[in-house]
């Protein structure tokens, strides 16, 4: 009896030391603790024994059953605290992009740089209480020409070639002075927002001149309302885009839609005013035609001329990327070609 019960103690441990998982070890408690187990069968076998036999050998089946029981236990124990370490490897989620473009080589991606420009202009302007509107790509005759001063037969529609659509009445925008009317419209006066996005001109492309572009439009409306306060707001945008002061000048410029009617430009960023293909050779860059709101503007949004007026500007944001980031070809920024926007990638 006793040997068998060595034999036991012997089998029971080299099948412990073999369990991988809980069902092993479930099958193992069945084999040497269960009600069927190897013990179970000692201890019945009893019966026909000696009381001393009977004694000492179910002294020891017992202990060794509870010696079988706590060493099954601990082996669960680990087994579970393995299986759970190897799903939380398995399953770790890595939260940390910095990690992974450094580590597993992904590539990092970027803002386009009309994209960077315009979240920092729109920065600029909401800190001073500016909205930030958006408006259709495909507008109509009346909010692009009609509402701003420029009827049908206006040669100013001629300065703007234009993408048509085949009902004569719809239209790729020519600016964003479109959403001037849409914004007038929906608010009432004191307001001031921005509104930035794509337009659209049938040019023919040079360094200068894409057929899509991107323009970030301006409206303040309030009472008594000065060329003073235009050229204040101008002047912050562009030191604070630039970091230092830009040297600017002021030409009259003629838009139907504003009067008097301006052209802003800054000294030519890229040549440092001597003269190149994106300024023209001139040394100065047209960057911000801008002027007081005319009254026709004012009634066809809806407002009173004799209570309220305004500026309006039409900043040339493609532009403003080309000098700010020395750009030298406006047909870069559509090229879709990845060395040129990688430069752009940080993180
Ligand atoms: N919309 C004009 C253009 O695209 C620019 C502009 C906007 C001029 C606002 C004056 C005021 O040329």
Not at 43 to 60: C, D, Q, T, V
Not at 162 to 191: C, E, Y
């Amino acid at each position: 009896m006793k040997e068998k019960l060595n034999q036991i103690e012997q089998d029971f441990s080299n099948a412990l030391a073999s369990s991988k998982n809980i069902g092993d070890l479930n099958a193992l408690k069945s084999d040497f603790v269960g009600k069927k187990g190897a013990l179970a069968t000692i201890l019945k076998g009893l019966k026909e024994a000696s009381i001393e036999e009977r004694k000492e050998i179910g002294a020891a089946a017992n202990r060794l059953k509870e010696q079988f029981t706590v060493q099954i236990e601990q082996q669960a124990r680990q087994i579970e605290l393995a299986e759970m370490n190897s799903r939380l490897e398995r399953e770790k989620i890595d939260l940390s992009l910095r990690d992974s473009v450094q580590e597993k080589g992904l590539r990092n991606g970027s803002y386009h740089p009309v994209s960077i420009v315009q979240r920092e202009i729109e920065d600029i302007f909401t800190s001073m209480g500016f909205e930030v509107l958006d408006g259709p790509h495909i507008e109509d005759e009346f909010h692009n020409f009609e509402a701003l001063n420029i009827p049908d037969t206006h040669p100013a529609r001629d300065m703007q070639d234009t993408f048509w659509f085949k009902d004569m009445a719809h239209l790729l925008r020519t600016h964003t002075s479109a959403i001037q009317v849409r914004g007038m419209n929906t608010h009432t006066p004191p307001f001031k927002f921005v509104a930035p996005g794509k337009v659209f001109r049938c040019e023919a492309t040079d360094a200068s001149h894409e057929m899509v572009f991107h323009q970030l439009e301006g409206m303040m409306i309030d009472k008594d309302i000065s060329v003073a306060n235009l050229i204040y707001f101008m002047k912050t945008l562009l030191s604070q885009i630039f970091g230092k002061e830009v040297e600017v000048r002021l030409r009259p410029g003629f838009f139907p839609f504003v009067e008097p009617g301006f052209e802003l430009d800054i000294n030519c960023l890229i040549c440092g005013g001597k003269g190149c293909s994106v300024c023209k050779q001139q040394g100065w860059v047209e960057l911000l035609p801008c002027g007081m709101v005319h009254p026709n503007v004012l009634t066809a949004g809806g407002i009173d001329p004799s209570e309220f007026n305004g500026f309006a500007f039409g900043l040339g944001l493609d532009r403003l990327v080309m000098m700010r980031y020395g750009i030298d070809d406006i047909r870069h920024l559509h090229s879709g070609d990845l060395r040129f926007i990688k430069q752009f990638a940080t993180y």
